[in-house]
């Protein structure tokens, strides 16, 4: 598929001599006093206006600038096609996971299933039960839906989120679920481009740009060679031979290292410390918000495999809105056309078990009770473990979560009262030892665009020294390190461009920890407790402590229902039949 961008919207400044652009100055517009022509707006590919001004030097006035000034045109809002996703093998297998819950047969009797969490694990598993034929009560002790997904409005209508989402190419399950709700239109696809900042020259940016034209993985490979600012020959020449075992062991190699941290199995193979401090802490801090001294190697070695395995799985969209509007609202919406139920504000205070050690019901804080043939807990591990009853502590089941511990993040929102120049329309790798990954959501978000005004939104990370500090404390300390990204924009003490508000969200657990030794203590989706699931990126499945891999576990965790659906009718009749008799 050619690469062709639809522009939503530009911000040209053209200095040098541009009348090789336009043979008439009047077609343009009006000259300013600083010499540049100016148009309210430009688009092209049937796009939407978005009010940008074009700026363009009129020849007047670059006739006295220099050739070595001439600045190329700069796009900054492009949505490129959706690519080409759906004939691959990951993609197939996922629909064909979806479609086998509309052309299950339909159940004499429809099983009620109570679900806790409205995350997208939550959402996954009630939405494929009800296309199933099934009933979901999903239950949220939240007034927002999303979980780690979530986002709210501030009393200027702006939204602030859990965290900064991306929709990577080799989401296949998620992907999916896009189509299936009709919404693919709802992402918007950026560059084919991994940008990451330069810590050592402030201000400027590193690109890894994977060509179109070349085939997986040698997109992937050609994108890492192309660059030569952050890695020099030598190394790369280490670092390949160190993933040599990793290319030719396969499967089992990748499951092996589990017990092993980044940064000990890169010495162990001989790869240069450097090239662990100048890719893999910005890749540790995006997969897990943690260091390679702390997060397990085959977080990243399953990472490599799914993005690099597939030409676009690197490929990355933005949401064109907030999470629980564009994307948990639809899910809400199939449900209940299927006749399932979502509530909000019902949060669960405890697991009320029968005689023998099996779910009766869940009571909510309002006393209230809450009865189903199977129950699901879809919210993070540490509110499972929360809750879990006592006679199911000792299980090894339920055990083993013990060493499964949410970690802390810190998503920071900052509205500036300018529109900032040292910027692009993707995601950015900060290579901060405080921030993460930022974005400037004012230009990749449709509905968070702004002309006139910037807002970027970053993750804090790792934030575990941080989550107890007051919200200005953190957002004097990520000025800071704003001032080294943009240097000619930004101070630390504002003097440059002002913030105009900001908002801090603290998650003090989020995705479980990736530390070496976790992968065995991760639980299928059916617990020995009959009637009783989990769900939840935290569960077995491919996909690690992602988006995607909440929306896996949501359809293993329903397939796992249907399986079992004949002993969960048996149980409801035998319940039934005791009620009767008492």
């Known amino acids: 598929m050619p690469q062709i961008g639809l522009v939503s919207a530009v911000n040209l400044r053209v200095q040098g001599n541009s009348a090789f652009l336009w043979s008439s100055r009047s077609s343009l517009g009006t000259e300013n006093q600083d010499g540049c022509l100016q148009r309210n707006s430009l688009c092209f590919g049937g796009s939407e206006s978005m009010g940008y001004k074009l700026r363009i030097r009129s020849s007047h006035a670059t006739t006295r600038r220099l050739a070595k000034d001439f600045n190329p045109l700069k796009v900054v809002c492009v949505d490129y096609p959706r690519p080409e996703l759906d004939n691959t093998v990951n993609y197939l297998e996922a629909a064909f996971l979806s479609s086998s819950f509309r052309t299950s047969p339909r159940p004499t009797k429809p099983l009620e299933i109570v679900i806790a969490g409205a995350g997208l694990g939550g959402l996954s598993t009630a939405k494929y039960l009800a296309d199933a034929g099934h009933k979901p009560i999903l239950l949220e002790a939240r007034d927002v839906l999303g979980g780690k997904v979530a986002a709210w409005k501030d009393d200027d209508g702006d939204w602030y989120e859990t965290g900064l989402h991306i929709f990577f190419g080799a989401y296949p399950n998620m992907q999916n679920l896009f189509g299936e709700l009709g919404i693919n239109d709802r992402l918007q696809w950026k560059e084919h481009s991994m940008i990451f900042a330069m810590p050592n020259k402030p201000g400027e940016f590193s690109r890894s740009d994977f060509p179109e034209a070349s085939p997986a993985p040698l997109n992937g490979i050609l994108a890492i060679l192309k ?43 001989g790869v240069p410390d450097r090239v ?60 209940e056309s299927k006749g399932g139920q979502v509530r909000l504000n019902s949060r669960i205070k405890k697991i009320e078990l029968n005689e023998d050690g099996s779910v009766k019901c869940f009571i909510l804080n309002d006393g209230s009770t809450i009865v189903g043939d199977a129950f699901v807990f879809a919210t993070p591990v540490d509110i499972v473990k929360l809750l879990l009853p006592e006679d199911w502590k000792e299980i090894p089941y339920f055990k083993k979560l013990e060493k499964l511990v949410g970690v802390p993040v810190i998503n920071v929102h900052i509205w500036f009262d300018r529109k900032l120049k040292n910027t692009e329309d993707n995601l950015l790798f900060s290579r901060s030892p405080l921030l993460s990954v930022y974005a400037d959501m004012s230009v990749t978000c449709k509905e968070y665009y702004n002309p006139n005004q910037s807002m970027l939104e970053l993750v804090f990370a790792p934030a575990e020294e941080w989550i107890s500090r007051s919200d200005s404390e953190i957002i004097d300390a990520t000025m800071k390190e704003l001032a080294k990204l943009f240097p000619d924009e930004i101070s630390a003490d504002q003097s440059k461009a002002k913030i105009l508000k900001y908002h801090v969200v603290k998650t003090p657990r989020s995705v479980y920890k990736t530390v070496p030794g976790c992968e065995p203590c991760r639980p299928l989706q059916r617990s020995p407790i009959e009637g009783f699931y989990l769900a939840g990126d935290y569960t077995k499945q491919k996909y690690l402590a992602s988006m995607e891999g909440a929306v896996l576990s949501g359809k293993l965790c329903a397939q796992a229902i249907l399986q079992d659906y004949e002993l969960l009718v048996g149980r409801s009749q035998r319940k039934l039949a005791e009620a009767s008799v008492v």
């Open 227 to 269: 660059n030569n600012e952050m890695l020099t020959w030598p190394e790369k020449v280490k670092f390949a031979i160190g993933l040599l075992p990793a290319m030719l062991g396969g499967q089992s190699y990748v499951e092996a290292q589990d017990g092993i941290s980044v940064k000990d199995w890169m010495r162990k193979q």
């Open 276 to 335: 662990t401090d100048e890719v893999f802490i910005a890749m540790s801090k995006a997969l897990n918000f943690i260091n390679p001294d702390e997060l397990s190697m085959q977080c990243i070695l399953i990472a490599l495999n799914r993005f690099l395995q597939e030409k676009h799985g690197s490929k990355m969209a933005f949401l064109d809105g907030s999470p629980p509007e564009r994307l948990c609202m639809p899910i809400v919406e199939h449900i």
